[in-house]
């Protein structure tokens, strides 16, 4: 039986609703495919954090006990032979498009939450982090790398390249070869970074994406390459000795490559290894918070725990030095040391079908354990999505829990509102409550 040609889920959920039940030929496809991602390798980057705090990505794919498959966190398009893989968010583009555009300051145009907007959104995200990378890059100038050429003649030019002269010497020619390195900025980086640029400029399509300092910079390095360049390869990126200037370029690089290579959503479907783009969504609920949560705070300290240099940790060795258990709360608010609030980000499903998961609870008893004590009492919150198809659960009605040892804290779990207007009121409602009980 002939496969689809795309098989649709939404995120946290099953196929998108209307959509007929799997044929034995398409589960046999996610059998093979879903053991075999990794999303790591897909992701569109959109924040410096828990990246390399994280000891596995959560899977893209989970089949259920009666063998329905059920989608994780991600969204996005994943490509394997002839049949694609389509993630759409449960919220809509809309709503994914104003996350993005509060959290990450971006403008993104109204087309990315209509038709086609899976590939209008992640092509804006991806040039925002490319842009992102390709300014800090930038500061320290042109991304010229050292080349290695060799040279023959009767004089020595630079190095003289002693096995290669060998052989001229031995047929008595009076030739010498010699090596020289000097810095070029016609290199496989610039090459990745020109095609890239125009990839992003097909898929975007509107004037000022790239910013006036790319603006400003990419006709320079398209003189230097040439207007045809051709696409490195991943080994010749591989082989490229950065100095510690240039070091910066190496990031650049690697998504340049990714983007040149057509890895995005209107890529080539037709190989039959898997190729795809996923943005977390997680990651953006997260940061649309931490834009909400700074907005409501009235001059309280906010900490971005997940990119701070904290060094809290849950165990501490009595023979010494050592600590287990790092703690990494995604948002502190108030001094670290006198905390009045503690929050974590969930983007899941919460009603009674779907409880709070036993490592989300540990989770926060123990930011709770690490940060109370001495009369200091935070509030711990783990903040879900208010999805428009949830009831209130019995974890959020029954709030706030009291921890079994005294003097440490509440624990609540809340459904935040994914508007940036309604958001911003809950945090305000939520740190006014916090002084009124406190006083600080």
């Given amino acids: 039986m002939r496969m689809r040609e795309r098989i649709v889920f939404q995120d946290l959920g099953g196929l998108v609703p209307g959509t007929k039940n799997l044929n034995n030929a398409e589960n046999k496809w996610l059998e093979e495919l879903a053991p075999r991602l990794d999303p790591t390798s897909m992701l569109v980057p959109i924040k410096y954090s ?11 794919l989970t089949r259920q006990l009666d063998g329905t498959w059920r989608a994780g966190r991600y969204i996005g398009e994943i490509r394997s032979g002839k049949t694609i893989l389509e993630i759409r968010p449960r919220l809509g583009f809309p709503v994914i498009a104003a996350w993005a555009s509060a959290a990450l300051n971006l403008k993104i145009v109204p087309r990315a939450a209509g038709k086609n907007g899976m590939s209008f959104l992640i092509a804006e995200l991806q040039a925002a982090a490319w842009r992102r990378a390709l300014v800090a890059a930038a500061r320290h100038g042109m991304p010229a790398i050292r080349a290695t050429e060799h ?15 060998v052989p001229y010497r031995a047929r008595r020619s009076p030739n010498l070869v010699s090596v020289t390195q000097p810095k070029v900025v016609d290199n496989p980086v610039t090459r990745a970074i020109v095609l890239a640029d125009r990839v992003l400029n097909t898929r975007i399509q509107r004037a000022g994406w790239r910013g006036p300092r790319i603006d400003e910079f990419i006709p320079h390095l398209r003189a ?10 991943r080994r010749e990126l591989r082989s490229v000795r950065y100095s510690p200037i240039t070091h910066p370029y190496k990031a650049v690089a690697d998504l340049s490559w990714l983007i040149a290579n057509n890895k995005g959503p209107q890529g ?7 190729d795809g783009v996923l943005l977390d969504v997680a990651e ?18 906010v900490t971005h725990g997940t990119t701070a240099d904290l060094s809290t940790h849950l165990l501490h060795s009595a023979t010494g030095g050592q600590k287990l258990g790092r703690l990494l709360p995604d948002f502190i608010v108030g001094g670290h040391a006198e905390p009045t609030a503690i929050i974590d980000a969930k983007y899941k499903r919460l009603t009674d079908l779907f409880p709070v998961q036993r490592e989300d609870l540990y989770q926060l ?12 009492r935070p509030r711990g919150i783990l903040a879900y999505p208010l999805l428009p198809d949830s009831a209130m659960s019995s974890f959020e009605a029954n709030g706030p829990w009291s921890l079994q040892w005294g003097g440490g804290g509440t624990a609540e779990f809340l459904r935040l509102p994914i508007e940036v207007a309604a958001c911003i009121d809950r945090f305000t409602e939520i740190l006014s409550s916090d002084r009124d009980t406190s006083g600080r």
């Fill in 365 to 376: 008893t123990s930011y709770l354990a690490a940060h109370s004590g001495g009369g200091i």
């Fill in 151 to 165: 040279h023959v003649g009767p004089s020595v030019r630079g190095r003289l390249d002693v096995p290669g002269t």
């Fill in 50 to 60: 828990l990246t390399k705090h994280q000891e596995s990505a959560e899977p893209v």
């Fill in 284 to 301: 953006l609920w997260e940061l649309f918070l931490l834009h909400c949560l700074r907005a409501a705070a009235d001059n309280r300290t």
């Fill in 268 to 274: 080539d479907s037709s190989t039959d290894t898997h």
């Fill in 224 to 233: 230097a390459t040439g207007p045809r360049p051709v696409l490195p390869s």
